[in-house]
């Protein structure tokens, strides 16, 4: 290993050049217009892992953006083989105005690294591709099967992954997955996540008159679209976040008291929390912790609202029509599609008569859990106490990766989810970062980890 281990020392600088290019490419999944964009990262991407020294590697077409695969076999049929997850698709950047720097033009500072995808997930993606190629150079090879399948489409909910897990089963077989899209308590701090929350998300219309009206002339007589959508959504939780939707929680597994104990042994800082979460004090439900409130308990969120005259300026309309984009975090055993037939059906039963309400899906996916004893766990453990000096911690997360639970029901494999982001790296906001220490730690650890799990 100290041969290997040098190898990847040796070459930061080209690795972090490699990584400026791959971030300057603005993969916006969401956005029509970013389409060629997508497929150039997709292009660039399966070059890269041709020069890492896969023999095999393509660009696969889905009914959405298209799939990187990979694969490199040569460590025999008696090696375990791992299937190696990340997507290249980022968010959109906006707002703009509050970018300190431009997003697509990485910026160091000190020792973090700033631009858009650079923690979320092209950074951490791109460590497998650099410690295969790191085996290449020293070893010849990898000490186990490694398969490789990067999406385009996770930041617009991955309508083309499972269908295209389903069709190409038997070329993804393996025997565990991994994942780097996820963070780690703290820079000298390592952590595992075991279980992720799932996600229902829908999008409710609220339609009043069949035009915009003179809200001088027909105001106080008509009901008014967003009036109405935002005294319903007052009704979906209590002052304490307690949701209200009838059958909500019946399939909730609670925590049991082991579980809450251990969560308990999580470091946390509350002030930490709060500084970094931008608030003066946490809100929900007083029976649960910030911790076990932000990973085990299902959340409801208004993530968007419009509707009427939102210019500059004066426009005193009312207007025929209001929006909400709604989700839903989910816990084991809620189901995504009766969750939100739950909610379609409620806001259906409290809307007023001088509406009329639709709510569309957008998305979803199912929480997870997975084992936290499989020889991959113990692998990944001991690959994170080799790098960082100490073992990592257990821990739930809040967020949602959809393919681990597909890979649990299409595949039959669990995943480990081996992450190097820090929770200040700002994911899915303006001035997104990864601090460039977990970047190489992150080639050292994943080099480990293939190495214990092929002994």
Known sequence: MKTILEYARANQNRFLAELKEFLRIPSISTQPEHKPDVERAAAWLRDKLLAAGFPKAEVMPTRGHPVVYAEWLAAGPEAPTILVYGHYDVQPPDPLEEWNTPPFEPTI??????????????????????????FKATAGRPPVNVKCIFEGEEESGSPSLEPFIREHRELLAADVAVISDADILGQDLPSIAYALRGLAYVEVEVIGPDHDLHSGIYGGAVRNPINALCAMITRLQDENGHITVPGFYDKVRELDPEERAEMAKVPFERETWLHEAGVKTDWGEPAYTIVERTTARPTLDVNGIWGGYIEPGAKTVLPSKAFAKISMRLVPDQEPVEIAQLIRSYLAEIAPPTVT???RDLHGCDAAIVRRDSPAMKAACRAYAEVFGREPVFVREGGS???VAIFQKLLGIETVLIGFGLPDDRLHSPNEKFHLPNFYKGIETILCFMKFLGE
């Open 357 to 359: 309400v639709e709510a």
């Open 109 to 134: 500072v000190g020792d973090d690294i700033f631009c858009r995808g650079a923690s979320d997930d092209k950074g951490q993606l791109y460590i497998h591709v650099k410690a295969v190629e790191t």
């Open 401 to 403: 990766i959809p393919v």
